[in-house]
């Protein structure tokens, strides 16, 4: 079966714009969380989706914000970019979206913001 | 909230043995490992569950300590292919995990 798919995978945007990134879950999951990954601070939690309504936040500023559809698929939206924001964003989802249940990731997208 | 990983890197040639460390300062309901290969997506390894429950692959090992919120991750008879940098994820009953910073993992002929 297919696996999870996040497009664009890789996106350049300049300071000040806004972006969105997309993720289809593998079929038949309704959980789906984001992570930022950067260098310095490695995976950091963004926010989770179930069944289209965002379960567990992190703590990232309010310009980072996501919705998720009746179809699983989810999406997510940074708004007036800076520099620090280029990262790779992965999502992954989960059948159940328990945390005895092990997540799917995506390629990602690579963000670079100029 | 986010668990620390020790070692940072380590290098080993094939054959040896490695562990690697996550602790957390929150309780844990669940620890969860994944390795990442350079431009890859994570991969599953296994999860730990409180009660001492455990889902994975046969060829990778690990304990959970919940008294200490410490888990550790037994890789033995290394092989180049388990170059990669190793994650541990902490989280509640969600679909979110908090992740250490990784070790790099890299194993040489």
């Known amino acids: 079966k297919a696996g999870v798919t996040q497009t664009p995978r890789y996106l350049i945007k300049t300071r000040g714009q806004q972006v969105t990134l997309s993720c289809s879950p593998i079929?038949?999951?309704?959980?789906v969380s984001w992570y930022q990954q950067t260098p310095g601070q490695g995976l950091q939690f963004l926010f989770e989706?179930?069944?289209?309504?965002?379960?567990n936040k992190g703590n990232f500023p309010g310009r980072f914000s996501g919705r998720q559809f009746s179809n699983s698929r989810s999406e997510m939206n940074v708004s007036t970019l800076e520099l620090g924001d280029s990262a790779l964003y992965l999502c992954?989802?989960?059948?159940?979206?328990?945390?005895?249940?092990?997540?799917?990731f995506g390629q990602g997208t690579r963000l670079t913001v100029v | 909230q986010q668990p620390v990983q020790s070692p940072q890197a380590v290098i080993l040639r094939e054959g040896e043995d490695a562990v690697i460390n996550c602790s957390s300062s929150?309780?844990?309901?669940?620890v969860h490992w994944y390795r990442q290969k350079h431009g890859e997506a994570p991969v599953f390894l296994m999860i730990l569950l409180k009660g001492g429950e455990q889902k994975g692959h046969e060829k990778i090992s690990a304990s959970f300590n919940e008294k200490k919120q410490q888990s550790s991750l037994y890789l033995t008879a290394s092989q180049l292919s388990y170059s990669g940098t190793y994650f541990c994820?902490?989280?509640?009953?969600?679909?979110?995990?908090?992740f250490g910073t990784g070790t790099s993992l890299t194993v040489i002929p």
């Open positions: 992954a989802s989960s059948l159940a979206g328990r945390g005895d249940t092990e997540a799917f």
């Open positions: 079929s038949g999951h309704r959980s």
């Open positions: 929150k309780a844990l309901y669940s």
């Open positions: 989706y179930f069944s289209e309504t965002q379960r």
């Open positions: 994820g902490t989280g509640g009953t969600g679909n979110q995990f908090y």
